[in-house]
């Protein structure tokens, strides 16, 4: 019978499941919050460096959102390694998700920059400012505002992409349910599990991006365009 | 970087490089098929009624776990239920279950992007609310979906290599077993990327070319990027 | 005295010309209104003059130096650096049709952020004079509010403190109530009127001929990126030289 599952088992293995959400969680918190450093900079660059820096930028981005992640992530494994960079599973998996989430943050920061009104730009320079005052004192804090619910989102769909870390045998959600599967040879149970902590975790995120971004549209309602992460549909899945 | 390598495998990626391009336009097929008529039913149906609760939460279920996990769902129920379907199949399903709940979205949205003026100018032509929909609302929906549709035809591209965990033997799963027998990573992931990247490139300059040639009557409110802002 | 002196100046968008061999002189104190139909050029004229639009020919003087470049001593023309031009724009305040208040920032500090940020003030020194320009403006009792709790016609009047916090010579309104409706204009205008009062030098872009007529010294009537006609108010609604001012200023009057 399908649905009569092993309630003891399930009960049993909890902590491990747990355990193993805390790991996917601070993986893709760290990929997420490195991702936005790495993204916040670039991403400046992508809007005011030199010409042929902007076009580099835009290579790597396309490059990062062209490919499969599980690709970058086969990559970083292997890649580490040959360069005589010795890390454990947890941080080769944080690096290759920070690549992976800083390709897609780097269009965040890029769109909502360029989401603000020109106006703005032109109102800074007219009281004298230089363009990069105009970016550190105007328009990145109101861009910064913008990417809040944008980047929450983002971290959600990072969660998501930690799964595939299972494949590098990282110990996280995925990978943990999968050697419960193997172990015990019980699959119900284990992905029914699985599945509801991401259902949760990703789900809270979600609805945590949709509240911010009605309470920055509350409180800003003639600038109430908080970047659309959806607008182009590419997600990491 | 070893050139010889990479001419000499290029042909044993080419036949795991149909299956990515099949399972991924099986899929997608498959996936507007069905998405294009639960769209429907979920803009025709009321707030709280039962479809539309069923359609959020599959979307939701959808949007809310890794397709990893809808791959294993998959691979372990659909035996149980006793339909023993050939790793490729598996592959189908589990990629339109996941593109369905995508799609969804896209058909809502595309549908509820149709200003609201037309229902009311049609109402004052005398056309009832399912001639509305059909005759004024649908067509201009649909062109307005293309884009988005192509752009899903990327996304489970890239999905798919995520088949390679139930050994499908697509383009990544092909590289795997290569990169496992001859240990020259780097010009193995060089390949894949360029091919992937090739393949959903081409796909994107479509987008581009539908988006500003073909379907440019509405640029600006499609642009806008409003009607794909929320989830629900 | 002189101020400000445009010379030369020409201004194309791809091959079509928005300003054409613009001169014209502006000495301080004076207050100078630009007329002319929608797409005759004065809002172009005006970013020109502070360099937001960059012109194709000709230069701008402002009290002793030229915007956007210098002469060298080989008597050639050498471009600003970004820097430099941005160090010349203090001397001119802009005020937008759209406003452009930072989104961001509380009221008293859209107004102090210029001296806080760009004269690198101590931040007491950019409140007080913030707070002692809002007051200028009547709006001292919003200091702590965002903007987009103000009407149009507050927004704007913080606009004109922002811009007054530069202290600069000149001041530039680009169509400054066109966004807003009959009684926030006479709000803003009061304010332009009483800053004109107390001899500030202004260009003012508008198409409000009543409010032109009160506050001028002198109009420049423009048609298709030329300057047709400068005069004194008083001689060019009673007796306006040229055909197309005296076509213009039949329909508006």
């Known amino acids: 019978m399908l649905l009569a599952l092993d309630i003891q088992f399930m009960w049993q293995v909890l902590p491990k499941i747990l355990a193993a959400s805390w790991v996917t969680f601070q993986i893709s918190v760290l990929a997420v919050v490195l991702g936005i450093i790495l993204g916040l900079a670039l991403g400046m660059f992508r809007v005011l460096g030199a010409p042929p820096i902007q076009t580099l930028i835009q290579w790597f981005v396309d490059f990062v959102r062209g490919v499969p992640p599980l690709l970058h992530i086969a990559f970083i494994y292997f890649a580490l ?61 109101q861009a910064g505002q913008r990417m809040i619910p944008t980047l929450t989102n983002e971290l959600a769909n990072v969660i998501k992409a930690s799964s595939l870390l299972s494949v590098i045998s990282v110990n996280e959600l995925t990978k943990v349910g999968n050697a419960l599967i193997f172990e015990h040879f019980v699959f119900a149970e284990v992905l029914i599990q699985v599945a509801v902590m991401y259902l949760i ?37 | 970087m070893d050139i010889e390598f990479i001419v000499d495998i290029l042909p044993r990626l080419l036949n795991p490089l149909k299956v990515t391009l099949l399972v991924s336009i099986i899929s997608l097929t ?42 294993y769902i998959a691979f372990f129920l659909l035996p149980k239920v ?35 003026g037309q229902w009311e100018a049609a109402g004052s032509i005398g056309m009832t609310q399912r001639m509305t929909f059909f005759w004024i609302i649908l067509p201009q929906s649909a062109r307005r979906m293309i884009p988005p549709l192509t752009n899903e035809l990327s996304n489970l591209i890239k999905a798919s290599s995520v088949l390679s965990v139930i050994s499908l033997f697509e383009l990544t799963k092909a590289g795997d077993a290569i990169i496992a027998s001859s240990f ?28 500003t040639e073909v379907f440019n009557f509405d640029k600006a409110d499609f642009e806008s990027g409003k009607t794909f802002g929320q989830i629900y | 005295m002189l101020l400000l002196s445009v010379q030369n100046l020409c201004k194309y968008y791809g091959s079509t010309p928005a300003l054409v061999n613009i001169n014209l002189d502006v000495h301080m104190g004076e207050h100078v209104v630009l007329i002319g139909s929608s797409g005759s050029g004065k809002s172009t004229l005006l970013r020109c003059i502070n360099y937001l639009e960059e012109p194709d020919d000709g230069r701008i003087w402002l009290d002793g130096q030229y915007i956007g470049g ?42 102090a952020i210029g001296p806080r940020r760009v004269l690198k ?52 309104f680009d169509e400054p109530t066109s966004a807003l409706d009959p009684r926030l204009t006479h709000e803003v205008f009061q304010v332009v009127q009483e ?24 109009i420049v009537f423009m048609e298709k990126g030329e300057i047709v006609e400068v005069e004194t108010v008083q001689k060019i609604f009673s007796d306006p030289q040229d055909e197309r001012t005296q076509k213009f200023l039949s329909y508006v009057l």
């Open chain 1, 201 to 237: 975790i990703v789900s809270l995120l979600m609805w945590l991006s949709s509240w911010l971004e009605q309470h920055f549209s509350l409180t800003q309602p003639l600038q109430n365009s908080p970047i659309s992460h959806f607008s182009e549909m590419q997600e990491i899945r």
């Open chain 3, 195 to 218: 800053l004109a009062n107390e001899g500030i030098t202004m260009m003012i872009v508008t198409h409000e001929i009543k409010f032109a007529q009160k506050i001028a010294d002198t």
């Open chain 1, 81 to 141: 390694p040959s360069f005589h960079i010795q890390l454990n599973e947890f941080w080769t998996g944080v690096v290759a998700l920070t690549i992976i989430a800083a390709g897609y943050e780097i269009e965040i920061v890029r769109s909502a920059i360029e989401s603000i009104e020109r106006g703005q730009r032109e109102a800074a320079l007219s009281i004298g400012m230089n363009e990069r005052m105009a970016l550190f004192y105007i328009l990145l804090p």
């Open chain 3, 70 to 111: 210098h002469i060298d001593q080989a008597n050639q023309w050498v471009k600003d650096q970004p820097s430099e031009l941005a160090h010349k724009r203090r001397d001119i305040g802009m005020v937008f049709q759209g406003f452009h208040l930072f989104a961001h920032l509380k009221i008293i500090d859209n107004v």
């Open chain 2, 184 to 211: 020259k990573f780097a010009e193995v992931l060089l390949l894949l990327s360029v091919l992937y990247f090739s393949l959903i490139q081409a796909l994107s300059a479509a987008t581009k070319y539908l988006e």
């Open chain 2, 82 to 116: 006793g339909l023993n379907l050939d790793v490729f199949w598996v592959g189908v399903v589990a990629l339109t279950f996941n593109s369905v709940g995508y799609q969804i979205e896209i058909v809502r949205a595309a549908i509820e992007s149709i200003n609201q």
């Open chain 2, 30 to 71: 498959l996936g507007t098929l069905l998405g294009v008529s639960l769209g429907m039913i979920w803009v025709a149906s009321t707030p709280r009624s039962f479809q539309r609760l069923l359609l959020n939460s599959y979307v939701w279920f959808v949007r809310g776990t890794p397709i990893i996990i809808q791959i």
């Open chain 3, 121 to 172: 003030k101590s931040k007491a020194t950019s409140r007080e004079l913030a707070r002692y320009l809002l007051d200028k403006v009547h709006l001292g009792k919003h200091a702590d509010k965002y903007p987009w709790q103000l009407s149009g016609g507050e927004q704007q009047r913080v606009a004109i403190a922002r811009a007054l916090a530069m202290n600069p010579k000149l001041m530039l």
